[in-house]
């Protein structure tokens, strides 16, 4: 069952980004075609800059829309009526959630990935080229400096990406299942969850930063000579904090849905 949950997850995503990738490569492929007629020209000079903010513009919403959809899509099919068919099918609550959570991820690195493919449609020739060569030579140099190192980097990098991506969508759900117990103007109470979360984690920074100052300077020292003598130890112990402290608050946020969904489920 779980896995006729996430094909018709997927279905439904599909039919909302495919439309949004469509048109966002359209756009790129328009404004490569103005490009064949490159001038002098201050009208060209428009059409072209133009073209480039609309290309922009649409990628900052196709990653929108992607983010939005996916809010959307937890909060409707979990917290209103359409709860009710929802929870009836024989698919536990931890399933839906990591379903959910496991598309939208998929369906934002998606995006991404299209948002690259058309940035490679307008910029097709010798910029494009060039791109690709200049980072191919940053890889090279990169993989002769770190040696084997380069590698675990790489892994470290996708695997922290994805997580992260996924805990922020955890973050999200764990607002809407905190909001979806207010009587009145769920939504609304959502967005104030997470503003309210958003305050606290300002405090908590602007505590960090006060104590971070008050360091004993001899200590900071030390801390940065071990750093340069070890950094490629260092990028993964920090890569290993960042997975510790994406991990934990993950599953916070997980625990708090989990909860809301199982004890305190409020359908409208």
């Known amino acids: 069952m779980v896995k006729k949950l996430f094909k018709h997850e997927i279905y439904a995503y599909l039919r909302t980004i495919i439309p949004m990738h469509l048109i966002l490569l359209g756009v790129g492929l328009l404004g490569r075609i103005v490009q064949f007629f490159e001038n002098d020209s201050t009208t060209y000079d428009i059409i072209f800059w133009s073209s480039v903010v609309v290309f922009c513009v649409g990628a900052v919403v196709c990653l929108l829309l992607t983010l939005i959809f ?98 922020s969508f955890m973050l999200y759900y764990a607002c809407i299942a905190i909001g979806q117990r207010a009587k009145k103007n769920r939504v609304a109470a959502a967005i104030g969850v997470y503003f309210i979360y958003y305050f606290i984690t300002q405090v908590l920074g602007t505590i960090a930063i006060i104590i971070f100052d008050n360091i004993d300077y001899e200590v900071i020292q030390k801390v940065v000579e071990w750093i340069e003598k070890n950094p490629f130890e260092f990028i993964h112990i920090a890569a290993g904090i960042a997975f510790v402290l994406l991990s934990v608050f993950g599953t916070i946020c997980y625990a708090i849905t989990k909860h809301s969904v199982s004890k305190k489920l409020n359908l409208e």
């Not at 990591?98 to 995006?111: D, E, H, P, R």
């Open 70 to 167: 996916g809010i959307r899509r937890f909060y409707q099919n979990l917290f209103t009526g359409e709860g009710y068919l929802t929870f009836t099918l024989p698919v536990t609550e931890t399933q839906h959630i990591w379903v959910k959570n496991t598309v939208a991820v998929l369906s934002q690195i998606a995006s991404v990935l299209m948002i690259i493919v058309a940035s490679c449609v307008i910029t097709f020739g010798e910029v494009c080229v060039e791109a690709f060569k200049a980072g191919g030579y940053l890889l090279k140099i990169a993989h002769e400096e770190c040696g084997f190192h380069f590698f675990l980097y790489i892994v470290e990098f996708i695997i922290i990406l994805y997580l992260a991506l996924s805990v």
